[in-house]
């Protein structure tokens, strides 16, 4: 089983693969409709969907002001490998 690695133990060779995983996919084109900048916003967009949000005022915009984290994610991120 996979399991997480915390960055800053990783080997200079593990770094270098992570970096360039990363970068891999701030260039891969996105797949969501309406598009996002490209595949690494898809997943950050995918993760904050994850995340429980309690909405402050129902009858303004949903924005950074008007909304706050309840709590956690609703499931784990191994469960979405």
Do not use: C
Not at 50 to 65: C, K, S, W
């Amino acid at each position: 089983m996979a399991t997480g690695k915390n960055v800053a133990t990783l080997s200079p060779a593990e770094r270098a693969a992570y970096a360039g995983a990363v970068r891999a996919l701030k260039a891969a084109p996105s797949r969501f409709t309406p598009r996002t900048a490209g595949r690494y916003d898809d997943y950050v967009i995918q993760m904050q969907a994850m995340l429980v949000l309690r909405i402050n005022d129902a009858t303004r915009r949903v924005v950074n002001g008007n909304r706050s984290i309840e709590s956690d994610m609703r499931m784990r991120m191994w469960a979405h490998r």
